[in-house]
């Protein structure tokens, strides 16, 4: 099974793009690389979904490059809703997460 | 995507006693999984359960603490049994739905 790692923490300003890099080097041929949010006493949320290139959706966008060793989750123009933990993964196994802290 | 109903939503138990976690599934679905989140902890994977098959535990993980079943298509309970305190957890079931996963509410569970 993949192992993710991504920062521990970020900060961003509100209507900041929050770009989020997470490297998986062992990542298996026909793994998605899935990325979820998760608020406090809440279940992760799916946010998007990708193998390769780039995926776009209503709430997020993802980058993964042609050696698919790392994905970089970019969300436009954050809000104070945004603060969360976001994790990437090649499911089932979950990373540690990143902490993102939007600031007013 | 599926929905799944996660049952009991929190839960206090004495130390030394078991408790039975349910999550009922609104389709048919051949794996689900089960995960621990201790207290600012990411989610750590305890088992996959197959239907009319044994459970697959990760490292770390036991079937004689966490026993596993899968009666059915729709329908898993996860035990843990013979608590104590470092058994205070969320715990989530799991299962593949569209593009990534649908999560349980989860189960918060202390143990006093």
């Known amino acids: 099974l993949a192992k993710t790692t991504q920062p521990i923490s970020m900060d961003s300003y509100e209507g900041q793009e929050v770009n989020i890099t997470c490297s998986h080097n062992?990542?298996?041929?026909?793994?998605?690389i899935t990325w979820y949010q998760q608020f406090p006493s809440q279940g992760p949320r799916f946010i998007i979904q990708g193998y390769k290139t780039k995926v776009t959706n209503e709430v997020a966008s993802l980058f993964i490059p042609a050696d698919r060793k790392s994905s970089t989750l970019s969300l436009p123009r954050v809000s104070l809703s945004d603060t969360a933990v976001y994790y990437c993964?090649?499911?089932?196994?979950f990373g540690k997460g990143t902490r993102l802290s939007v600031i007013a | 995507s599926a929905v799944i109903s996660q049952k009991p939503s929190r839960d206090i138990c004495q130390r030394g006693t078991s408790l039975t976690i349910q999550c009922q599934v609104d389709s048919q679905v051949t794996m689900m999984f089960w995960y621990r989140q201790q207290p600012g902890q990411s989610l750590t994977l305890i088992a996959t359960?197959?239907?009319?098959?044994?459970?697959?535990?990760e490292s770390g993980f036991v079937i004689d603490k966490f026993p596993i079943s899968r009666p059915n298509l729709t329908f898993s309970t996860l035990t843990v049994s013979n608590m104590s305190p470092e058994d205070s957890s969320i715990y989530l079931c799991s299962v593949p739905a569209g593009s990534g996963y649908t999560f349980g509410s989860g189960t918060r569970l202390t143990v006093v």
């Open positions: 359960a197959n239907q009319g098959s044994e459970a697959t535990y």
């Open positions: 993964l090649a499911l089932p196994v």
């Open positions: 062992n990542i298996a041929t026909n793994d998605y």
